[in-house]
T-cell receptor
Framework: KAGVTQTPRYLIKTRGQQVTLSCSPI?????VSWYQQTPGQGLQFLFE???????NKGNFPGRFSGRQFSNSRSEMNVSTLELGDSALYLC?????????????FGPGTRLTVT | SQQGEEDPQALSIQEGENATMNCSYK?????LQWYRQNSGRGLVHLIL?????REKHSGRLRVTLDTSKKSSSLLITASRAADTASYFC????????????FGSGTQLTVLP
């Protein structure tokens, strides 16, 4: 099976812009989760989608949003970018509820906000 | 906030030696998972141990879980240079918010 893919791999944006990141899970996986990784805060959970519904949400402002399509592909959107949003954004998929199963991570999207 | 905290933050050993990393957490859990991350890349799942399990093995990896002490350890035996990576524990805490909370990680360097 193909692994989790994320596009784009690298992105440079300007403060105030918005950005959309994409994640394609492993075929058959219904849960997609998003994480933000920074040197200062480490790995932080953003949200989980399961069957097109947001199941859980981490402690992030409303500028961070996401959605999941019927084919389980997911997108994450960040509006009004801030310098502090520079990070590695990782998505992960699992067959069912993500906290009960191992997560399969994609390679990440490196976002730089200038 | 981070549920799991790894110890030590950094560990440097020679090839062939064993490496032990520890994870402590604060609240009761459903399960605990260990992941490896090579520099700037995605995470790779290593082992999932459930709260009713005390020990699990996978190849050169051994994970223990002590729910009374709220701690877990990851042992890598006969380490190789390719084991150089960051290792994270992640906990699925009991309660309403079912999400994985990652610790700050242990940076392991295996010297050839």
């Amino acid at each position: 099976k193909a692994g989790v893919t994320q596009t784009p791999r690298y992105l440079i944006k300007t403060r105030g812009q918005q950005v959309t990141l994409s994640c394609s899970p492993i075929s058959g996986h219904r849960s997609v989760s998003w994480y933000q990784q920074t040197p200062g805060q480490g790995l932080q959970f953003l949200f989980e989608y399961f069957s097109e519904t947001q199941r859980n949400k981490g402690n992030f402002p409303g500028r961070f949003s996401g959605r999941q399509f019927s084919n389980s592909r997911s997108e994450m959107n960040v509006s009004t970018l801030e310098l502090g949003d520079s990070a590695l954004y990782l998505c992960a998929s699992s067959p069912q509820a993500m906290s009960s199963y191992e997560q399969y991570f994609g390679p990440g999207t490196r976002l730089t906000v200038t | 906030s981070q549920q799991g905290e790894e110890d030590p933050q950094a560990l440097s050993i020679q090839e062939g030696e064993n490496a032990t990393m520890n994870c402590s957490y604060k609240t009761s859990i459903n399960n605990l998972q260990w992941y490896r991350q090579n520099s700037g890349r995605g995470l790779v799942h290593l082992i999932l141990i459930r709260s009713n399990e005390r020990e699990k093995h996978s190849g050169r990896l051994r994970v223990t879980l002590d729910t009374s002490k709220k701690s877990s350890s990851l042992l890598i035996t006969a380490s190789r240079a390719a084991d150089t990576a960051s290792y994270f524990c992640a906990t699925d805490a009991k309660g309403s918010a079912r999400q994985l909370t990652f610790g700050s990680g242990t940076q392991l360097t295996v010297l050839p």
